[in-house]
Structure formats: structure tokens, C-alpha cells
């Protein structure tokens, strides 16, 4: 949890997930099962949206083309409230140095211009580390990888490479929101998306649930106004709700997609980062058989499973080689210098490290802090998904709210930040429902009792309870990872 400082009283203040940072995980036991289910009389909500954020601005500036202002607005808009925590950062140690002096090594050739797909000592690395990583049925091909500076350079390569401006990916809503940045920015790429519901209904076993149905009316809808869709993006561990698709979902989406002839980008940069035993991760990359190998896109990224998201480490794995191809001539552009693609392959040579020292550790720590957060929300009487991958929890501060708006939603947000907690709220990541937010719970320990602390006393100096906030009604439970939790 990241945290600010309060002039007047110098107290330290945190961060329990930024409109850009990511969420945080969940326990899986015993613990009774919620299901977040609207009124009755509560209106159905429309099942998509096709983006379109130009619309979402005004042009303030003489000196800027239209595309100009659409990217400052972003700046100006979507990154408030990290901004705000930048300038007002909690201060304290700093975490031990961990660097090995074998990474520290600089070669001649590491300063001079790369390969743009990357050095083939780390494209050899990378394969390894993702087929031993992702259980591949057969070793990973050198070939078919692509390195870059961090995944949303890739998000942004793809986009301009796989679209036409003007045309669309399919994405499961919620979503992380910052995915609407990388798309429009350069490749002037829009996002439909496909919401899901907090209500458990027909053959769905779980809140949030993604299921074909709702991909082929989203692809319909979107049909049906003139948008051209070329491919559906996937966040498999998801952010922000922390799902994990079972292999038979991942088998469906990908029929799915064959069946339409469209691109699937999978982003797997939390797949080292399932903390809890009794949750099984899959990567597309372990399936015997793609159904569509040359339209299948994995990325994976160092920033969130390492918590190295400073060193802008990114990959790409593709079969289709025009795809890899287009994409490395992008990285002319999002290249990773020599020094830090040395830096990579030395990590990712280091299996018994990472498998016995690092590993290990980290998801003790993930899951000791999703477990104290859990806690705290519970005493709170506050509803949230209870998975068990990624480092945030998806929480329902509907009843906080005094009316059922986004705008609310942003009142409340506000008021953490003035009372120095960072909070994401649910409309940027395109939630359809107000009052969900994702709190980030992957710090150290008493920086999460402060900024718990901090979220209680917000949410404790409301005096108004929503009287229509959705309710939790108690089930038994299903299994390990498909409830949302009380």
C-alpha cells in the first residue's frame, strides 16, 4: 500500500490502490460465502458499450491537434489521484538491496544497438522461464518472443498493428482501465465492453462472471452500430476482480474467438502471483492445442509478479510472425537498453532462487496481507470478492453511498484522498454498477493498518447509508474461489 504524508500533523498516510496501481488478493477457506444480488425492481442495465473516449473531452489548448488533446487529457483526468500521491508521498527505509553483483556486469556489446525483438541470449531466457512457468506441453520457441519496455507499450503495439483506427477488442468489464490509455493513444484502437454483473444468475457460479453468452451479444451490439471488431482481450489472473479462468472457460473463449476470426490478447502478467494452494492457475500457453495459434497473443511483464515495475521489462509470445514482425519494428520506439536485458536473463537464469527463496516468501507475504485486509473489511460489514490471485480485493462501498451515482462514487473517493488513502474507484475500470472500488493490499504490514485505519474512519464519519445499496444474501459455499465475501 502506497501512502502520503500530512503536512499539518506529519502523519504517514497510504494507499490502498491508485486509479493505475493494481488490486489486491484474497483468501480461500472456510469463510462464508456472500452473493451480491440488485433489488428486484432495480432496472436491467445494458449488457455493453462501445468506447469511444474522444467524446469524454473538449479541446483546451491552441497549440495541441485533436489526437494532442485527447492524449493530454488523459494526463490531466485519469491520473489525479497518482499524481496527488506522488507529491505527498509517505517516506521511510527502503527495502534491503536484493541485487546480485553478477547483474551488475556491463559487456561492450550490451551498449551498442540490439536486435528490436532483443538480444537473443534473453528471447533464449524468456522462452525457458515461460515454458517451465506456463507448463507448456512443448519448450517455448526464442523465435516467438518479443521483448519490450513493459506491457503497455505492448497493449499499444498490438493495438496499432492488429486494428484499424476507429475499430475494436472485446474486454471483459470491469477492467483495468489504464488498457483504454494504451489502445486509443497511438493506435486510435476502441474498447466494447463486456459488462458483468454482481448478480448471480442463470448458470453462472459466481459474481463477475464472464461466459460466451455475453460475448456474442457484446460482439452483436457492436455489430449492429457499425463497429468493426477485431479481437478480444483477456486478463487471466484478472485485474481488478482477481479471477482465474478454469481451462474449460479459457477452451470456450478461444472457441469463441475462432468462430469470428478474432485476435485474443491474453495478459498473464499476474501468473506468478496466485497465492492461494488451493487456486489453480492455467496459462493459454499450457493448452495442448490453440484453437487459433496465428490469432492467440500472450504478454507477460516483470513489474507486478517481481515487483519491478521501474525496470520496464515486457514480453510478447506470438506464433503468427508477421504479428512479432510488426511489432519489433515497433520497439525501435519501446526498446529495453542492453544493460537491463543482461539484468533480465541473469533473474530469470536463477530458478532455484525464484522457486525456493523468492516465490515461497512472496506469496506467505500476499496472503498474510489479504488476510489481515479481509479481516478489516468483514468487521466492517463491507461485501468483496474473496479469490485468490493478484494483490488487490474488489470491495462493494455501495452502502456508503448516499444515492446510487458515479458521482457519489467520486465524492467518496475524494474524501479518502483527503483523508490520505489512495483507493481505486469502480468507474475507471468501466464498472456499470457504482459504489465498487478495489483497495490494493501488497505492502508491508503496518503501512495496511494504517491505511485501514484510514478507510475507517472515512467510511465511520458517514452518517448516510444508501437505503437501495445491493444486498448479500448467505449461500453455502461453492468452491474456493467464486464468491463475493462479508
Known amino acids: 500500500m502506497s501512502t502520503l ?19 489486491l488478493h484474497s483468501s480461500n477457506g472456510d469463510d462464508v460465502e456472500r452473493e451480491c444480488s440488485r433489488k428486484p425492481d432495480q432496472k436491467p442495465l445494458k449488457c455493453y458499450r462501445v468506447g469511444d473516449p474522444t467524446a469524454m473531452f473538449s479541446p483546451n489548448s491552441p497549440h495541441l491537434s485533436s489526437r494532442g488533446s485527447v492524449i493530454k487529457w488523459f494526463w490531466d483526468s485519469a491520473e489525479e489521484g ?12 527502503k527495502n534491503p538491496n536484493l541485487s546480485q553483483s553478477d547483474m551488475l556486469w556491463v559487456e561492450p556489446s550490451l551498449l551498442q544497438y540490439p536486435d528490436w525483438r532483443g538480444h537473443l541470449f534473453l528471447r533464449e531466457e524468456v522462452a525457458r522461464f515461460l515454458s517451465f512457468y506456463c507448463k507448456s506441453p512443448a519448450p517455448l520457441k526464442p523465435e516467438n518472443v518479443v521483448v519490450l519496455n513493459g506491457c503497455a507499450s505492448l497493449f499499444s503495439a498490438l ?72 479481437g478480444l482481450i483477456l486478463i487471466n489472473p484478472h485485474n481488478p476482480l482477481g479471477d ?26 499476474y501468473l506468478l502471483s496466485v497465492f492461494e494452494k488451493s487456486v489453480e492457475f492455467h496459462s493459454v500457453l499450457s493448452l495442448e492445442r490453440l484453437p487459433d495459434s496465428q490469432r492467440t497473443h ?13 525496470i520496464r521489462f515486457g514480453t510478447l509470445y506470438t ?42 516468501e512472496n506469496h506467505a507475504r500476499l496472503k498474510a496481507a ?3 485486509v479481509s479481516e478489516e473489511l468483514r468487521a466492517l460489514g463491507i461485501p468483496f470478492l474473496s479469490r485468490g490471485a493478484g494483490f488487490f480485493i474488489w470491495a462493494n462501498l455501495g452502502k456508503y453511498l448516499p444515492e446510487a451515482t458515479f458521482e457519489q462514487e467520486m465524492l467518496l473517493w475524494r474524501r479518502f484522498l483527503d483523508n490520505k488513502v489512495l483507493l481505486s474507484f469502480g468507474k475507471a475500470f468501466e464498472c456499470k454498477e457504482p459504489g465498487w472500488f478495489r483497495l490494493v493490499f501488497s505492502d508491508r504490514m503496518h503501512r495496511l493498518r494504517l491505511g485501514m485505519q484510514r478507510v475507517r474512519q472515512v467510511l465511520e464519519g458517514e452518517s448516510q447509508v444508501a437505503a437501495d445499496a445491493p444486498s448479500c444474501q448467505t449461500q453455502e459455499p461453492r468452491g474456493p474461489r467464486s464468491h463475493c465475501e462479508d
Not at 500530512?6 to 496501481?21: D, F, I, M, N, V
Not at 497518482?82 to 527505509?93: F, L, P
Not at 510488426?326 to 533473474?347: F, I, K, P, T
Open 370 to 372: 489479504h488476510t489481515y
Open 319 to 360: 506464433e503468427n510472425r508477421d504479428v512479432a514482425t510488426a511489432v519489433a519494428s515497433l520497439c525501435r520506439y519501446h526498446s529495453l537498453s542492453g544493460l537491463v536485458q543482461y539484468q533480465m536473463a541473469q533473474l530469470f537464469r536463477d530458478r532455484d532462487w525464484i522457486n525456493q527463496v523468492y516465490l515461497p
Open 5 to 23: 504524508c500530512q503536512k499539518e500533523t506529519r502523519t504517514p498516510a497510504t494507499c490502498l490502490g491508485s486509479g493505475s496501481t493494481q488490486g
Open 159 to 230: 493495438a496499432t498493428v492488429l486494428c484499424e483506427a476507429g475499430e475494436a477488442f472485446l474486454i471483459p468489464a470491469p477492467y483495468y482501465g489504464s488498457i483504454t490509455q494504451h489502445v486509443c493513444l497511438y493506435g486510435g484502437v476502441r474498447l466494447v465492453c463486456v459488462y458483468l454483473d454482481s448478480e448471480v444468475t442463470g448458470l453462472e457460479t459466481r459474481p463477475f462472471q464472464l461466459t460466451v453468452e455475453k460475448l456474442e451479444m457484446a460482439l452483436q451490439g457492436a455489430n449492429s452500430e457499425g463497429v468493426k471488431v477485431k
Open 82 to 93: 497518482y499524481r496527488t500521491y506522488h507529491m505527498d508521498e509517505y517516506n521511510e527505509d
Open 244 to 269: 482465474v479462468y478454469s481451462l474449460g472457460e479459457l477452451q470456450e473463449y478461444l472457441d469463441f474467438a475462432k468462430r469470428h476470426e478474432l485476435h485474443v490478447i491474453v495478459d498473464e502478467i
Open 298 to 310: 500472450v504478454m507477460w511483464a516483470a513489474s507486478k509478479d517481481f515487483g519491478m515495475s521501474g
